[in-house]
């Protein structure tokens, strides 16, 4: 009970998993470090890092344990009911801490928020970082009154709007020599502007349309420190990151001419956007080098208009497809239902665009009603009816009933399992053209789940296959033999199991002698030639053997065109799964038709 801490500010992030971090809290702490370095004596910063799954009895007793005197927490959608189970306890364990909210998530309510909550001694809205330096001199210096400074709301009201920060005084908080320890095995977030020039209605940064750009030879040096320590990935959090084309252009052409060979970057980007130049410096980068997210949201004219969306969708389809043709960028595209004047139709025509477009992931999402956005303003006009509760997701709308909403949560889930897990990428095509429409398809799966109790128990990975195999067979019962080399096609991609799944035919190669030898002798060919098998060098035939995979196929499984896949073979070929070299963006093993 007698424990002290070092810590007399604490700046609180609470994640929504570990792997994530949270760079306002950094970026704040890295700003006062900075431009308040002289503090007095007893005036230490801290950071404390949670998530939303650790029990909050445990957060508590950890926060406690600090001790703090100022403790200020960053509030998001994923984390405000947390934030708020703890607010309810904090005071009766600690009740000198004065406590402080900031965050997207208070920013634009903090008034009614201050009264709900009376224990707060206040809130920060919008940008924080020179905010927080003041509210520090506040408490170190005693020099002046909350009232006087802008940024935040208190007890006596608010005290005004502060300017927009020039993002290039922010100092790069990744640098520390405690860094690499802190951020081992996490995502890192990068910011090289603020603010978007765009206006869609369901965005909070549609609020702050002025774009700042940091210098891009401080961009360069700073994206050099994740190159020279080999981070694992880094996600851009800019809102629209290629809104400014040189900036844009600048950035990707340093990453190509610079690549490490292991860092990924994350873009959130406008397809329809892109230009020729950054096209042409795409192409030439390492597969996995960077991966795109591209916001759709929607393909109707009316509901894009809307929620002031500008977009070219001819435009964007073109280049997605080119940038698929490159074989080098994972293209991640987002779906959001429940917007005005999309009907379940009409989502469903949103949805089978997206599809035709090949996204290596495609995210059906859900509108979240954030608070201060401007569809929050109009959600009775709309007739849009949310959750009271983070994260404030749609329950119906005027076009849109929560039974549309329930079988676009199914959809979701099939998307989920067999779409964008990547496990499936020959046998759903295949499968697709049983129904009139692959939204169709997956509104079908979702039922068979629903009508086998697999939504609420969940089949294992490897089942998966199975249920996919039972599915394919209700829809075309003639195809049993197709679908089943499609699918052990698509799971030997995957990995090489020790046990041969359960819907697989017999593999003649184990149960025949004459196959057997024909294997045998393949193998220790190929183990004096490498004809096929590169980076094997030294390894017996039987350690080939098991380090690799041969199946027979009856059926063309392989193909790239689908419809190829569905015409039964003259003859039997027999494939070669390599598992020493796979694909770098989808980690799918190399494979080769070969002759026993």
């Not at 969306?309 to 987002?334: E, P």
């Not at 665009?353 to 709309?382: H, N, T, W």
């Amino acid at each position: 009970m007698n424990q002290t801490s070092d810590n007399k500010v604490l700046l609180i992030g609470i994640n929504a998993k570990y792997i994530h971090s949270n760079p306002a809290v950094y970026s704040l702490k890295a700003y006062a470090d900075k431009y308040y370095p002289d503090r007095p004596d007893g005036c230490a910063l801290g950071i404390a890092e949670y998530t939303i799954n650790q029990p909050p009895g445990a957060i508590l007793a950890d926060i406690y344990q600090k001790r703090p005197q100022v403790a200020a927490f960053s509030c998001y959608i994923w984390n405000w009911d947390l934030v708020q189970e703890l607010l309810a306890e904090l005071p009766k364990l600690l009740p000198e801490t004065a406590l402080w909210l900031g965050g997207p998530e208070v920013s634009f309510h903090a008034q009614e928020l201050l009264q709900a909550f009376p224990q707060l001694t206040g809130i920060m809205v919008g940008e924080g970082e020179a905010t927080f330096l003041e509210l520090l001199k506040y408490y170190w210096e005693h020099t002046t009154a909350l009232q006087g400074i802008k940024g935040i709301v208190c007890k006596e009201g608010f005290t005004g709007e502060r300017a927009l920060t020039d993002i290039d005084r922010l100092p790069f908080f990744y640098s520390d020599t405690d860094m690499p320890a802190t951020f081992k095995n996490r995502i890192l977030y990068y910011e090289s502007q603020r603010g978007c020039p765009f206006q869609c209605a369901y965005c909070l940064s549609s609020i702050d349309r002025k774009v700042r750009l940091r210098s891009i030879q401080t961009v360069l040096s700073e994206l050099q420190y994740f190159l020279d320590n080999n981070a694992a990935q880094v996600k851009f959090i800019d809102r629209t990151f290629n809104c400014n084309e040189q900036h844009a252009l600048s950035i990707w052409k340093f990453l190509l001419e610079n690549d490490n060979g292991v860092t990924n970057f994350h873009f959130e980007i406008a397809a329809d956007l892109l230009t020729s130049s950054q096209l042409e410096v795409m192409r030439g980068m390492r597969p996995g080098l960077i991966q795109l997210e591209i916001g759709v949201q929607s393909t109707n004219e009316d509901t894009l208009r809307a929620v002031n969306r500008h977009m070219d969708i001819d435009a964007l389809r073109k280049t997605v497809s080119a940038i698929r043709s490159f074989q080098n960028i994972h293209q991640h595209i987002d779906l959001i239902a429940g917007l005005p004047h999309e009907d379940l139709g009409s989502f469903a025509r949103s949805f089978n665009d997206v599809y035709a477009m090949a996204p290596d992931q495609l995210q059906l999402g859900f509108l979240k009603v954030l608070k201060g956005s401007p569809i929050e303003q109009r959600a009775g006009e709309y007739g849009i009816v949310y959750s009271s509760r983070p994260p404030y997701e749609v329950l119906y709308t005027r076009w849109l009933g929560f039974d549309d909403i329930l079988k676009l949560k199914g959809i979701e889930e099939m998307v989920e399992i067999y779409y964008n897990s990547g496990q499936f990428t020959h046998t759903l095509p295949v499968l697709i053209q049983q129904f009139a429409s692959p939204f169709h398809m997956y509104g079908a799966l979702a039922d068979y789940y629903r009508a086998n109790g697999y939504m609420t128990s969940t089949p294992s990975r490897i089942y998966r296959y199975q249920v996919l195999l039972d599915f394919a067979c209700s829809a075309a019962s003639d195809r049993h033999d197709l679908f089943v080399e499609l699918l052990t096609f698509d799971l030997y991609l995957r990995e090489n199991l020790k046990s041969r799944p359960a819907f697989a035919q017999e593999n003649i190669m184990e149960k025949d002698p004459a196959e057997k030898q024909k294997l045998r002798r393949f193998f220790e060919h190929e183990k004096q030639t490498h004809d096929h098998l590169n980076g094997y060098e030294g390894c017996t035939s039987v350690q080939l053997l098991r380090m690799t995979h041969v199946e027979r196929f009856t059926f063309p499984v392989w193909k790239t065109c689908a419809a190829e896949r569905t015409t039964r073979l003259e003859s039997p070929v027999h494939v070669l799964f390599d598992y020493r070299n796979r694909n770098a963006l989808t980690h799918d093993a190399a494979y080769f038709t070969i002759t026993l």
